[in-house]
């Protein structure tokens, strides 16, 4: 079946330092999607890339979809404790209603 | 403002003790979805409804069922739990399925013991 896999799995940096997780499926996906979960909270939504090589930005954050449509990044600029989560990607899988939650990388900001 | 609601936000159950968790939503979405969560885990995806169709998991195991009555509201009855289905019980919707934005509610964090 379908695998999502991210790394790291863990990240930990300095308040001000950039950060970046990377999201690699084993089929070509249709879409990607990105969530964030706060410690003690619920997946949030943040954004979805359909295209091939898009690239969409939300303020210090920067998502990319892969030439194949096989791998997604998001990369953040300048950490605040406010991006301290678990950020996981998610793709399409089985059928058209379904969505198969990568492994996450859960990042903590050090003031 | 339109949401998805969860009930109760932590449950305590005896190992064996038939347990129901509840959602509700009034986004007034075709799909529903319930997913089980463990520390440092992914959300694992147990079944969901696209209206009244039902569509189990092959790995979701016969303990756990659900009910969809009607499109706001949606159920998970664990029939006899044991102490691995301790974990965070997540439902979400989305308008109609896996090109759109699944929304979550708050969760019900389940302790069995």
């Known amino acids: 079946g379908q695998q999502v896999m991210q790394i790291p799995q863990y990240q930990h940096v300095q308040e001000g330092e950039d950060f970046t997780t990377y999201c690699n499926s084993s089929?070509?996906?249709?879409?990607i999607q990105w969530y964030k979960q706060r410690p003690g909270g619920h997946p949030v939504f943040l954004i979805q890339?359909?295209?091939?090589?898009e690239v969409k930005k939300q303020k210090r954050l920067t998502f990319q979809f892969g030439e194949a449509k096989k791998n997604s990044s998001l990369h953040i600029t300048a950490t605040q404790t406010t991006d301290v989560g678990t950020y996981f990607c998610?793709?399409?899988?089985?059928?058209?209603?379904?969505?198969?939650f990568g492994s996450g990388t859960q990042l903590t900001v050090l003031p | 403002d339109a949401m998805v609601i969860q009930n109760p936000r932590y449950q305590v159950t005896q190992f064996g003790k038939p347990v129901t968790l509840s959602c509700s939503q009034t986004?007034?979405?075709?799909?529903m979805y319930w997913y089980q969560q463990k520390s440092s885990q992914a959300p694992k995806l147990l079944f969901h409804?696209?209206?009244?169709?039902?569509?189990n998991e092959a790995d979701t195991p016969d303990n756990f069922q659900s009910r969809r009555p009607n499109t706001s509201f949606c159920f998970l009855d664990i029939r006899s739990p044991g102490l691995g289905d301790a974990a965070m019980y997540l439902c979400?919707?989305?308008?109609?399925?896996?090109?759109?934005?699944?929304?979550f509610g708050p969760g019900t964090r389940l302790l069995v013991l």
């Open positions: 890339l359909v295209k091939s090589g």
């Open positions: 979400a919707t989305s308008r109609k399925g896996a090109f759109e934005t699944q929304y």
């Open positions: 089929t070509t996906l249709s879409n």
């Open positions: 409804y696209y209206d009244k169709d039902f569509n």
């Open positions: 986004l007034n979405h075709n799909v």
């Open positions: 998610a793709g399409p899988a089985g059928s058209a209603r379904q969505l198969t």
